[in-house]
């Protein structure tokens, strides 16, 4: 059995995991604002708190997996300068299933906030 006290462990595990079901909500609120390649997508999400140290590896799995369920679309752009850059964007799919990720995010918080009433 785990140490009680251990609060900081538990709350470690449990932003673990919160943070794995925001994610992909937040990838496509992301490119929902407009298109962009993934350094800019790292930069932009790495300001987000709990995300500070996200690694590019953890993005294009996901974008990948998003691309293949019609969430995104993937666009290779050439640069004036350097090599070509594949930009992201929100699908009009991907758009329908983010408005709804964000109401079920808010009625998750609506009944948090409403259990901190009753209790």
């Given amino acids: 059995m785990a140490d009680m006290t251990d609060k900081a462990g538990v709350l470690e595990r449990w932003i673990s995991q919160a943070r794995k079901g925001y994610f992909e909500m937040l990838l496509l609120a992301r490119l929902q604002a407009g298109r962009a390649y993934g350094y800019q997508i790292v930069a932009s999400l790495k300001q987000v708190p709990g995300f500070e140290n996200l690694a590019e590896g953890t993005v294009y799995p ?17 640069e004036d300068s350097g090599a070509p850059r594949k930009y992201y964007t929100t699908t009009q799919f991907g758009a329908e299933v983010l408005a709804e990720m964000k109401a ?12 901190e009433v009753t209790s």
Avoid: H, Y
């Fill in 62 to 78: 996901v974008l990948t997996r998003m691309r293949n369920d019609g969430l995104v679309t993937a666009e290779w752009v050439a």
């Fill in 104 to 115: 079920i995010w808010a009625a998750m918080s609506a009944a948090l906030d409403a259990q």
